[in-house]
C-alpha cells in the first residue's frame, strides 16, 4: 500500500499513467479508422523522425560515455571483428542486389520515394515528369510500417534519390546485425558464442537473400537484438536511462514489422520484473511517455480495418480467417519441409535447422525452470527470457497465420526471426556442455562443415531467388530503364509502381484499355519520347502458342512492336513493346478550329500555352 | 647614401607623406577611371590587360594573407580578448556536418548551369582567360586546323574575378567545362567554413554551428554552389571581408589592413553591384583609425585605389553598352522608381514563399527578420558606444550597411524581382545578414533559454521537411536548362563528326564544348555560306534546334514564328523531346534550295 502510495507521487509514474489513457483514447476511440490513415498519411514521416531523433538521443544518453572506450575494447577484439567482416562479405556477395519480394519491397521504396521528395507516407501510383522534374501527383498509404521507408528516406536525403538507396540501406544493417549478435551473445554466453553465432548466421542463406534486397526484414533483426541488448543492461541497472533506451527501442521494432509489435508485452513483463526487484517503478521521461509513441503504429494498424483487401487473403485462396488454429498442422508441415530442405531451393541452414530443432526445446525447459527462481535468476538470464518469450510468441503467431508457408518464396522471410532464435538458442543450450573452449570450436567446426558442404553453395547458386521469377522480371526491368537513361517515356504495365520508383512514367494496362482517348491525346501531342507496354505471356506446354492473359492485355487499339522479351519459366515470356500507332478514335478535341501562330496574337499564343497546360495535366494518364 | 636612404625611409614613415601620396593616387585613379581614359580605349585596355592586373591583385592578396597567417600575433586576434579555445570534438563536429551538407546536396543537385545564360557567358570568359589570357566572350569559334579558336568576342559586362579563378583551374587541370563546377563545389566547404569562424567569434561554437548550418541548408545556397556562377564566390569574400576586417579593427596593424584591402577589392570584382563594398572598406578603415587613434596606412592601401580602376572602367563600358543591359522593348533604364514597388513585393514573396518552387527558407527569412529587428531596436533604444563595440560587430555594421544599400540598389533594378529563378540570387548578401543576425539574437537569449539548440534542430527539421524536397526536384533550377542538357546529352550520343549546330537559345553552350555554333537568325543572314557548306562540307553534319508550342487546348504544336527557318531550307527531324508545354526539336539541314535563294543574298 505503501509502495503504490510512493509510486503515486512519482510524476513519471502519473505520467506513465496519463500518456497511457492518452494513448488508448487517440490511437484506438477518437480518431476514425479514415482519418487515422490521413494522419499518417501527412504525420507519418514526421512521427518517424521524432522516434529516431528520441532514440537516438535516448541511446546517446544511455552509452555517450561509454563510447570513448569503445576502441579501446576493439584491440582485444581483433579476431571476432574479423570473423563479423568476412561473414558480412560472404553473405551480400553471392546474391545480386537488387529487389526480391514483388510487391513487398517495391511499395516500401515507393514509400520512401514519397517521404524524400514529398514528406508524405504514400506508395506514388502516379508520377510524371511535367515541368521538368518528376512529380508524385497520386498514391496511397501502404500497410507496411514506416520505419524502414523512414531510414531509406533519410539515405536518400543524404545521398540524393536513388532506388537502390534500400539496398546499401539492408547491406549495412547487415553488418550491424552480425555485430549485435555477437553482442548478444557474448552477453549471454561468451566470446566463443558470440563468434558461433556470426557463424550461424552467415550460414543462413535466406539472410544473404534479404541482405541484398529492399525489404524490412534485417531491420526487423536488428531492432530485436536491440531490445535484447537494451533488456540485458535495463535487467542489470535498472535505472532511468537504460529503462528509457529499452522502450524507446522497443517502440521502433513495433514499427518495423507488423507483427513485431508482439515483443512489446514481453519487454513490459521485464521492466515490471525490474521495478518489483528495485522495489518501485523505475522510470524515464521517455519511457513514462512511451504510450504515446505507440500511437503511430495505432493509427496506422486502423488500415486494416479500412481496407480489408490488406490481409491479401485472396491471394491464396478462399480464407476468411487471418489467422486460426485450423492452419497450425498445415503451416508446422512448411516449416518443416523448409528447415529440412536439403535441394537448395529454400534458402535455408541446415546447421541452424538441425541443431536448433534440438536447443529450442531445452531452451523452452530453461524457460520453466526460471520461472521457479525468478528471485535468484541473472538479469542477463532475464533479458534472455524475455526476448524467448516474443520469439516464440512470434513463431506460434506465423503458425496461426492463414499464409504461414515458410516454404513459399513470399513467406520465407517470415521465418528469420525463428531462425535468429535457433541460432542464439543453439549457443545458449551448447554453453550447458561441459569444457571451457573445446565445445567452442567443436561448434565452430560443425558449423563450418554446414556452411562449405550446403549453405555456400546454395548461396552461390541462389536458387531460391532465381527460381522466384517475378523478382527476376523486375531486375529486367531495372535492365530496360538502364538501357533508357533518358527517362522520357511512358509504361504500361499492371506493376506500375516498379517504374514510378525509378522516376518513369507508368500506368496500368486497365487505364490504357479503359481510356484509350487519354492515350491518343499524349501520344499525338509527344507527351512522352515512348509509350512502351509491359506484357507477360502464357506459353502453351504441347503446342508452344503464346497466349495473353486479360490483365496484360491492351485491346486492338494499339499497335505494339516488340522490343525487348525474355523467357523467366519455360511457360512464360515477357515482352516490352513499343506502341507504334494508336487507331483513329476519339481524341479529346476540345477547340472546334485549328489555329496557328501565322494568325495568332502574342496574347492568344500565352493563353493557347495556359489552357493547353492546364488541359495536359488533367490527360496525363 | 646610407643618409639618403635612412632619409627616405623616415619621410615614408611620416604620417602626412603617407596621406599625400594615398591622396595622389586616389585622384589619380579617379582620372584614369571616370575621366581620362574613354569607352573606346578601356574596352581593349581591359581585354588586353585585365587578366594581368586580376592576377597581380590575386597573387598581392595571397602573399598579404600568407604573412598575415604567418604572424599571427602582429596582426588581428587581440591577445585581450577572450577567445574560445578549439576542441578536437569542435573541429570534428565542424567537418562532419560541412561534409553531410555537401554530401547531402551533391546527391541531390545535378553539377550544371543553374541560371540562364550567366553562367556560360562566364565559363566562356575563363575559356579566352585559360587560352589567350583575354578578358572576352566568344561569339563565333571554328576549329582551324585542329585548334578551336574564338574568331568574334566581346567583353562582357560581367566582373571577372570568377572567371579568371576558373581559368586557374583549367590552367592546372586543363581544359574542362566541369572546372567551373568543381571551383564552386571547392568553393561552399571553404564558405561554410568562414561562415563558421564568424559565428563562432559571436557565440562561441554554436554561433559557428548556427551559421553553418542556415547558411548549409539555404537551397539558394545549394542551388548556386553546384551551378557555374559567381554567387558563391561573392558570398565567400564578402565572408573574408568581414573575417579580416574584424582582425583588422580589433588591433589596427599594417597587415590586417593590407589583407582587408585587397579583399574588399577582390570583392568588388565578384558581382557587378558588389563595388558597393567598397564603401564598406572605407568605413572599415576610417575606424580603425579611429579606435586606433593615429593613422594606418600600409604600401597596398595606398596603391589600392589603383587597383579598383578596372572595375571602374569596366563599369565604364557597360554603361556605355546598352546591348548589354538586355532590357525589354518597353524597358528605358536600368534603375527606375517604377521598379521598386514590384521588387519590394517580390522580396517578401520569395522570403516567405511555403512551397517548394523558390530556393528560399521560411525558417531563416522569419528568425533573420526577427534577428535584424532586435538588434535594430536594440541599436536604438540602447545607442551603443561605437568605442565599446568590439572589431567583429563594427565591421558588421559598416557591412551591414553595404549590404543594406546594396539590397535598395537591387529594388530599383528593371530585373530583380525575387521570385524570378534568375534574379533570386541577389537575395543571398541580405540572406547573410540574416544569418549573422540569427547568431547575434541566440547569443543573446541563450542566456535565458537554449535558443540556440532550439534554432539548430528547427534548422534540421526544415532542412529535412522543406529543404530536402527542394534540393530534390530543385524546380528552380530547370527553365531551359533541362533542354540545353537534353540537346547536349543527343549531340554526345551521335557519331564524332565535325558538326555546326544552328541554335535557337545560346552559341556559347556548344562553343564550350569546342562545338561550332551560330544562332538562327545569323543562320538565316548566312544562308549563302551554310549552302556553301552542303556543298564544300567543313562540317560533316548542320543540325538545327528550335522548339514547338502548343497553338490551341488541344496541343496540336507548332515552330514558334521567330524560330522559323526560310523554306528553302530543308530540315529532317532527329530528335524530340517535351520540356513543360514546348516540344525541342532537333533537326539536320539537308540541303538549301538555291532556286529560292534571293539574289545577293552572299553579301554580308
Known amino acids: ?621 | 647614401m646610407n643618409n639618403l636612404r635612412s632619409g627616405v625611409e623616415n619621410g615614408w614613415a611620416r604620417v602626412e607623406v603617407r596621406l599625400a601620396a594615398v591622396g595622389l593616387v586616389g585622384l589619380l585613379a579617379l582620372y584614369l577611371g571616370f575621366i581620362g581614359i574613354e569607352v573606346a580605349l578601356a574596352e581593349p585596355l581591359i581585354k588586353k590587360w585585365g587578366y594581368h592586373f586580376m592576377a597581380l591583385t590575386v597573387v598581392w592578396w595571397v602573399w598579404s594573407l600568407w604573412q598575415l597567417w604567418r604572424r599571427p600575433e602582429h596582426a588581428g586576434a587581440n591577445p585581450d580578448a577572450p577567445q574560445e579555445k578549439w576542441s578536437r570534438r569542435e573541429v570534428l563536429s565542424m567537418f562532419v556536418v560541412t561534409a553531410a551538407l555537401m554530401v547531402s546536396l551533391l546527391g541531390m543537385e545535378t553539377l550544371r548551369s543553374k541560371v540562364l545564360y550567366d553562367e556560360y557567358v562566364l565559363q566562356s570568359t575563363a575559356y579566352n582567360m585559360h587560352h589567350f589570357r583575354e578578358v572576352a566572350t566568344m561569339v563565333r569559334g571554328y576549329d582551324l586546323l585542329g585548334s578551336f579558336v574564338s574568331t568574334d568576342n566581346y567583353l562582357d559586362k560581367r566582373p571577372y574575378f570568377f572567371p579568371f579563378l576558373v581559368s586557374l583551374v583549367h590552367d592546372v587541370l586543363g581544359y574542362r567545362p566541369i572546372n567551373a563546377y568543381i571551383l564552386n563545389v571547392l568553393l561552399m566547404p571553404l564558405t561554410l567554413m568562414v561562415a563558421y569562424l564568424l559565428g563562432r567569434r559571436w557565440h562561441g561554437w554554436r554561433g559557428g554551428m548556427i551559421a553553418l548550418c542556415l547558411l548549409g541548408t539555404l537551397p539558394l545556397f545549394g542551388q548556386n554552389a553546384t551551378g557555374s556562377g559567381m554567387e558563391i564566390l561573392n558570398v565567400l569574400m564578402l565572408l573574408m571581408a568581414v573575417l579580416v576586417g574584424g582582425l583588422y579593427l580589433e588591433k589596427p596593424e599594417n597587415r590586417s589592413l593590407s589583407v582587408f584591402i585587397l579583399s574588399v577589392v577582390l570583392l568588388a570584382q565578384c558581382r557587378y553591384e558588389s563595388a558597393i563594398y567598397v564603401v564598406s572598406g572605407v568605413m572599415v578603415v576610417l575606424l580603425g583609425w579611429w579606435r586606433a587613434g593615429r593613422v594606418v596606412l600600409s604600401g597596398v592601401a595606398i596603391f589600392s585605389p589603383l587597383l579598383l580602376v578596372p572595375v571602374a572602367l569596366h563599369n565604364k563600358v557597360l554603361s556605355e553598352s546598352p546591348i548589354l543591359w538586355e532590357m525589354k522593348e518597353d524597358q528605358t533604364s536600368r534603375f527606375g522608381w517604377e521598379y521598386v514597388p514590384d521588387n519590394l513585393l517580390g522580396v517578401f514573396e520569395f522570403w516567405f514563399h511555403p512551397g517548394l518552387m523558390m530556393a528560399n527558407s521560411v525558417l531563416l527569412s522569419f528568425l533573420g527578420i526577427l534577428g535584424l529587428g532586435v538588434v535594430l531596436i536594440w541599436a536604438v533604444r540602447r545607442r551603443p558606444n561605437l568605442r565599446r563595440l568590439d572589431g567583429h560587430a563594427l565591421t558588421w555594421l559598416a557591412f551591414a550597411v553595404g549590404i543594406g544599400a546594396n539590397l535598395v540598389l537591387v529594388l530599383f533594378y528593371f530585373w530583380s524581382r525575387f521570385t524570378d529563378p534568375m534574379a533570386s540570387r541577389f537575395s543571398l548578401p541580405p540572406y547573410l545578414l540574416m544569418v549573422f543576425a540569427v547568431v547575434l539574437l541566440a547569443r543573446w537569449m541563450d542566456r535565458r533559454w537554449p535558443v540556440s539548440k532550439i534554432i539548430l534542430g528547427a534548422t534540421l527539421v526544415a532542412y529535412l521537411g522543406w529543404g530536402v524536397p527542394k534540393h530534390a526536384h530543385h524546380f528552380y533550377s530547370r527553365m531551359g536548362v533541362d533542354e540545353i542538357e537534353w540537346e547536349r546529352r543527343f549531340v554526345k550520343s551521335l557519331p564524332p563528326q565535325n558538326r555546326l549546330v544552328l541554335t535557337n537559345k545560346t552559341s556559347l553552350v556548344w562553343l564550350l564544348e569546342k562545338t561550332p555554333s551560330i544562332l538562327l537568325d545569323r543562320a538565316i543572314m548566312m544562308e549563302d555560306r551554310l549552302a556553301y557548306q552542303l556543298t564544300q562540307p567543313m562540317f560533316d553534319e548542320i543540325l538545327v534546334s528550335q522548339s514547338m508550342r502548343p497553338t490551341s487546348v488541344d496541343g496540336f504544336h507548332e515552330v514558334v514564328l521567330e524560330e522559323r527557318l526560310p523554306e528553302q531550307f530543308e530540315l529532317e527531324t532527329v530528335a524530340e523531346r517535351r520540356f513543360g508545354t514546348r516540344i525541342a526539336r532537333i533537326s539536320r539541314l539537308v540541303a538549301i534550295n538555291s532556286k529560292s535563294l534571293p539574289e545577293g543574298s552572299g553579301d554580308e
Open chain 1, 1 to 621: 500500500m505503501t509502495d503504490l502510495a510512493n509510486s503515486l507521487r512519482d510524476r513519471r509514474f502519473i505520467t506513465l499513467i496519463l500518456s497511457g489513457v492518452g494513448a488508448i483514447l487517440v490511437g484506438f476511440i477518437l480518431i476514425s479508422p479514415a482519418r487515422a490513415l490521413n494522419v499518417i498519411t501527412y504525420g507519418g514521416y514526421w512521427m518517424m523522425l521524432v522516434l529516431v531523433a528520441i532514440a537516438a538521443w535516448t541511446w546517446w544518453k544511455e552509452v555517450g560515455s561509454e563510447v570513448a572506450q569503445w576502441p579501446r575494447s576493439w584491440r582485444s577484439e581483433r579476431g571476432p571483428i574479423a570473423l563479423i567482416i568476412l561473414c558480412w562479405v560472404l553473405l551480400i556477395v553471392h546474391d545480386p542486389f537488387g529487389f526480391k519480394i514483388l510487391m513487398d519491397e517495391a511499395m516500401l521504396a515507393g514509400t520512401a520515394m514519397s517521404m524524400h521528395f514529398e514528406k508524405i507516407a504514400i506508395v506514388p501510383m502516379r508520377g510524371h515528369d511535367i515541368q521538368g522534374a518528376f512529380e508524385l501527383l497520386g498514391g496511397q498509404l501502404d500497410k507496411r510500417p514506416l520505419l524502414q521507408p523512414f531510414l531509406v528516406s533519410v539515405l536518400h536525403d543524404f545521398t540524393g534519390y536513388r532506388p537502390e538507396n534500400g539496398f546499401v540501406l539492408n547491406a549495412g544493417l547487415t553488418l550491424a546485425l552480425l555485430i549485435l549478435a555477437y553482442r548478444g551473445a557474448v552477453r549471454l554466453v561468451g566470446r566463443g558464442a558470440g563468434c558461433c553465432a556470426v557463424g550461424l548466421l552467415a550460414s543462413l542463406p535466406l539472410l544473404a537473400q534479404n541482405a541484398t534486397g529492399g525489404g524490412f526484414e534485417v531491420l526487423n533483426l536488428v531492432m530485436i537484438m536491440g531490445v535484447f541488448i537494451a533488456g540485458v543492461r535495463y535487467a542489470e541497472k535498472r535505472d532511468a536511462k537504460s529503462v528509457d533506451a529499452l522502450v524507446v527501442t522497443t517502440v521502433l521494432l513495433a514499427v518495423t514489422r507488423y507483427e513485431s509489435v508482439l515483443f512489446v508485452f514481453p519487454v513490459a513483463g521485464l521492466i515490471l520484473w525490474g521495478w518489483l526487484r528495485a522495489g518501485h517503478p523505475v522510470l524515464g521521461w521517455v519511457s513514462a511517455l512511451s504510450p504515446l509513441m505507440l500511437i503511430p503504429y495505432a493509427l496506422h494498424n486502423q488500415v486494416f480495418k479500412v481496407r480489408e483487401s490488406s490481409w491479401e487473403m485472396a491471394s491464396l485462396g478462399d480464407f476468411d480467417k487471418p489467422f486460426s488454429v485450423d492452419y497450425l498442422p498445415d503451416n508446422v508441415a512448411h516449416a518443416l519441409a523448409f528447415f529440412f530442405d536439403t535441394t537448395g531451393e529454400q534458402s535455408n541452414s541446415l546447421v541452424i535447422a538441425a541443431l536448433g530443432v534440438i536447443a529450442v526445446p531445452f531452451v523452452v525447459l530453461l524457460l520453466v525452470k526460471l520461472i521457479g527462481r525468478l528471485g535468484k535468476v541473472r538479469p542477463v538470464e532475464v533479458a534472455w527470457a524475455t526476448i524467448s518469450v516474443g520469439f516464440l510468441a512470434h513463431t506460434l503467431l506465423m503458425m496461426l497465420y492463414f499464409w504461414g508457408h515458410f516454404d513459399d518464396p513470399v513467406i520465407r522471410r517470415l521465418s528469420l526471426p525463428l531462425n535468429l532464435f535457433m541460432v542464439l538458442a543453439i549457443v545458449v543450450v551448447a554453453a550447458e556442455f561441459p569444457g571451457k573452449r573445446r565445445k567452442w570450436w567443436a561448434l565452430g567446426a560443425l558449423i563450418g562443415v554446414g556452411f562449405f558442404s550446403y549453405s555456400l553453395p546454395s548461396m552461390a547458386r541462389h536458387d531460391y531467388s532465381l527460381d522466384y521469377y517475378v523478382s527476376q522480371e523486375t531486375a529486367w526491368r531495372r535492365e530496360f530503364i538502364a538501357a533508357h537513361p533518358e527517362k522520357d517515356y511512358l509504361v504500361v504495365d499492371p506493376n506500375s509502381i516498379e517504374w514510378i520508383i525509378h522516376q518513369v512514367s507508368s500506368t496500368p494496362i486497365k487505364r490504357a484499355v479503359d481510356d484509350p482517348d487519354i492515350m491518343r491525346f499524349n501520344w499525338r501531342n509527344k507527351m512522352f519520347g515512348e509509350i512502351y507496354v509491359f506484357q507477360r505471356y502464357q506459353i502453351d506446354a504441347s503446342s508452344g502458342e503464346l497466349s495473353l492473359p486479360e490483365e496484360f492485355d491492351v485491346g486492338s487499339a494499339y499497335t505494339l512492336e516488340p522490343v525487348w522479351e525474355r523467357r523467366f519459366t519455360p511457360f512464360n515470356l515477357s515482352r516490352i513493346s513499343r506502341v507504334v500507332n494508336i487507331a483513329e478514335g476519339e481524341s479529346r478535341i476540345q477547340a472546334e478550329e485549328r489555329s496557328t501562330f501565322s494568325t495568332m496574337t502574342p496574347e492568344e499564343i500565352q493563353a493557347a500555352r495556359e489552357a493547353y497546360m492546364e488541359n495536359f495535366i488533367k490527360l496525363l494518364p
